[in-house]
């Protein structure tokens, strides 16, 4: 026997939970859609509009995340195109473009399969775009993924993009059909500062995708969970509490997927034949923690730096975070950074990084009398303030300089 053989058989599974851990990715596409079917049902009644010869100029589909938006809207407008020539669907994910010009590039590559270089300026890009279109069938749709991350940059506002997509001239003179579905955590309007010029030329077509319940996120999980795991290694009360537990703390799918993946592995490592309740609530901070983290790394430069000031408050007596805090306290917290003076943003700035992040649920803020002081605004995170450190410290390592 080689030593390799000692190895392999040393670090193989051996009384593994899982039979196929694969079924519990995220990433991978379920075989069915379960427990959306009123927003297919809304999504399916939009496409029919072609019959009668109208598609609305955009669609909001909004909601949570690990609400399903993508998978459905994806999903039903592949199935639509498949029975109909005169239909076709492009799927384009904003997340990565840091600027206008990018995200424009990333529609131009959907179409035509290039990208365009920065001489030929947003127009360029533009009149590339509805050149492709003029060649598509009569009716196309263009899903605009996590339509959130667009963002105002030095060169252009999410305005210009959306007056161009909307009442662009090459594609006014071209007539042609181009339906915007455009996918988010928020509704737009509240999260793009859309001037009126916009917003008209929008339609209020609106699907909602709330958050999944306890029967809806069973019916969402059993088959994947079935797939994932041993016969019996996941007794059916343990299944229910973890699916109980993730509907009523995230009804995210994406996350229970997660959980039961990292309570599977836990019982592995504790060498257990079953997966244990235990199992799953050692896991549920975890889950929050890593997508809280993540999330937060993911966040624009003063978001971050409105977070660690808030978090600046240390208790004397236990070396602990305190909060809440005042508004003067984060301004005082934000004052002591050093940032290049360029770089800072003033006090009505800062307010409104409180307020988008209170919308992103990132922190809560609440009004208390304070006697001869007043009304004060008292602020704090909505998750342990000790993990911000941490996502600030994992985006230094990920962060490099933009390119663009
Ligand atoms: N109704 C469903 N049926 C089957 N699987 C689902 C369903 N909803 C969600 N999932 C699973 O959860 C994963 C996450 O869903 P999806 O990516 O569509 O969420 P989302 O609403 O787009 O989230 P985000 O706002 O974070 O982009 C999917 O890849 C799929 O595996
Ligand atoms: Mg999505």
């Not at 995200?103 to 127009?123: P, Q, S």
Request: hydrophobic share 40%; with cysteine.
């Amino acid at each position: 026997m080689s030593k390799y053989d000692d190895l392999f058989d040393d670090t193989a599974p051996t009384e593994s939970v899982f039979a196929d851990k694969g079924a519990l990715d995220p990433l991978a596409d379920p075989a069915e859609i379960v427990a959306r079917e009123a927003q297919e049902r809304e999504l399916a009644t939009i496409l029919n509009g072609v019959h009668e010869g109208y598609l609305p100029p955009t669609v909001s589909i909004y909601g949570p995340p690990g609400t399903g938006k993508t998978l459905t809207a994806r999903r039903v407008t592949q199935e639509f195109a498949a029975r109909h020539d005169q239909v076709a669907v492009e799927y384009v994910n904003l997340k990565e473009c840091r600027t206008i010009f990018s995200a424009a590039n990333e529609i131009c590559v959907a179409l035509t399969g290039e990208k365009k270089k920065a001489y030929v300026g947003l127009d360029g890009v533009f009149e590339a775009i509805w050149e492709a279109l003029e060649a598509y069938p009569a009716w196309t749709v263009v899903i605009l993924d996590e339509i959130d991350q667009l963002q105002h940059d030095t060169n252009y506002d999410p305005n210009d993009f959306f007056y161009r997509l909307l009442r662009g001239e090459g594609k006014l003179k071209r007539e042609i059909n181009l339906s915007l579905w455009l996918l988010s955590n928020q509704l737009m309007e509240v999260d793009l500062r859309l001037d009126s010029r916009v917003e008209s030329a929008m339609s209020d077509e609106a699907v909602f995708f709330p958050p999944y319940e306890k029967t809806a996120l069973q019916a969402v999980l059993e088959p994947r969970l079935k797939q994932a795991f041993r016969e019996g290694a996941l007794p059916e009360a343990v299944r229910t509490y973890g699916i109980a537990n993730a509907a009523m703390r995230w009804g995210d799918a994406r996350k229970a997927l997660t959980l039961f993946r990292q309570a599977g592995e836990t019982a592995n490592e504790q060498a257990l034949e079953t997966v244990t309740g235990e199992c799953i609530d050692v896991n549920l901070e975890h889950v929050e923690k890593a997508m809280i983290v993540e999330q937060l790394s993911r966040l624009p430069l003063q978001h971050i730096l409105v977070l660690r000031a808030i978090t600046s408050w240390i208790e004397d007596a236990t070396g602990e975070i305190s909060q809440p805090v005042t508004t003067a306290q984060i301004k005082q917290g934000y004052d002591q950074f050093e940032i290049p003076s360029a770089a800072r943003i003033g006090d009505r700035a800062i307010r409104d990084v409180l307020t988008d992040l209170e919308t992103m649920g990132l922190i809560e803020t609440w009004i208390e009398s304070k006697g001869r002081e007043g009304r004060v605004k008292q602020i704090q995170t909505t998750f342990d303030p000790t993990w911000v450190a941490e996502a600030n410290a994992a985006r230094n390592v990920h962060n490099t300089p933009d390119a663009e």
